[in-house]
C-alpha cells in the first residue's frame, strides 16, 4: 500500500506502518525521510550603503537570507548612472572607473550556480572626488601699502576636488612664518580665482617701516592648502616736526623783540 503526502520542502519527517485485526493493533519500527528543495537563485543582498573615493567608491552590504540552496559564487555592485560594475566574494567592494563630481547610487546582487538575484534596494547617493587640499598661490603684489596696513593677493588654483571652506593670509615678521601675527578669514569660496574678500586681503595695525611676511591658504575638508612665503614693506615713518611754543617776550621795539620760547 503506498500513501501519498504533501510534506514541507527541507524538512525531516518520521513514519510507522501500522495495521490491526480484531485483537490488536500492530506497528512497524520508525523510519524517517528528508524532503528536498529545487536550488534557486539567493535572495537579494541588504543594507547597501557606500562611500565614496577619488573616482571610486566602496560599497558595503549584508549577505542575503538565503542562498537559494546553493552557494553565493560572487557578488555584483553596480552604478547608477553608468553601470559601473565591482565584484567581490563578501563586502565590501570597491567600484572603480567612476567620474569624480558625479553623484551615484548603488545596488548589490547575489549570483550563485542557479542564477543571479534580484538586485538590492539602492544605496546612499555618494559623490566622487579627489582628496587633495586646494591648491593655493600667494601673489608678490601688495598693493595698497600703508604705513599701517595693506591689501593682500592671492588665488585658488585648484579646488582638490571640493570648494574652500576657509581662505585667507597668514601674517607676521618672521620669514618662515613659524609664528604669525594674525590669519585672516575670507570664508567659503567657490571654484578656483582670485581673493575677492576684504576680510581675507586687507591687514592692518602693522608698524610703519617694518618688512612683514605672508603666505595664501585655503581649505577643505581634506586638509589645507598653502602658497608660497611672499613679502613687503610698510611705509616709512613721518618724520616728526618740533612744535614751538611761545611763552612769553620782552624787550620790545619799532623792529624787533625778544621772545622766550619752549620746543
Not at 20 to 37: C, D, H, K, P, R
Not at 71 to 99: F, K, N, R
Not at 169 to 174: K, L
Not at 181 to 194: H, L, M, N, V
Amino acid at each position: 500500500m503506498a500513501l501519498s503526502i504533501c510534506p514541507m520542502p527541507r524538512t525531516t519527517y518520521y513514519f510507522r506502518a501500522y495495521a490491526t485485526n480484531a485483537t490488536t493493533t500492530g506497528y512497524g519500527e520508525i523510519l524517517n525521510f528528508s524532503t528536498t528543495q529545487p536550488d534557486t537563485v539567493p535572495g537579494s543582498p541588504t543594507g547597501v550603503s557606500a562611500v565614496a573615493g577619488n573616482q571610486q567608491a566602496t560599497v558595503s552590504f549584508s549577505a542575503p537570507a538565503s542562498d537559494g540552496g546553493s552557494t553565493i559564487l560572487y557578488y555584483t555592485a553596480s552604478s547608477s548612472p553608468g553601470h559601473i560594475a565591482g565584484y567581490g566574494s563578501g563586502s565590501p567592494i570597491t567600484v572603480t572607473g567612476l567620474t569624480n563630481e558625479v553623484a551615484y547610487t548603488f545596488t548589490v546582487t547575489a549570483t550563485n550556480a542557479i542564477g543571479t538575484s534580484t538586485p538590492s534596494t539602492a544605496s546612499n547617493e555618494v559623490t566622487p572626488n579627489t582628496t587633495d587640499p586646494p591648491t593655493v598661490t600667494t601673489s608678490a603684489t601688495v598693493d595698497p601699502i600703508g604705513q599701517l596696513s595693506a591689501t593682500l593677493n592671492g588665488d585658488i588654483t585648484a579646488t582638490g576636488g571640493q570648494n574652500a571652506t576657509q581662505h585667507g593670509f597668514a601674517y607676521g615678521t618672521s620669514a618662515t612664518l613659524v609664528t604669525v601675527i594674525a590669519t585672516t578669514t575670507g570664508g567659503a569660496f567657490s571654484g578656483t580665482g582670485a581673493f575677492t574678500s576684504s576680510s581675507a586681503r586687507s591687514i592692518s595695525s602693522l608698524s610703519c617701516g617694518t618688512t612683514y611676511y605672508y603666505r595664501a591658504y585655503a581649505s577643505n575638508d581634506y586638509g589645507t592648502g598653502y602658497g608660497t612665503i611672499q613679502n613687503f614693506e610698510t611705509l616709512a615713518c613721518a618724520e616728526s616736526v618740533p612744535t614751538v611754543i611761545v611763552l612769553a617776550y620782552d624787550t620790545v621795539t619799532q623792529t624787533s623783540a625778544n621772545l622766550l620760547t619752549f620746543t
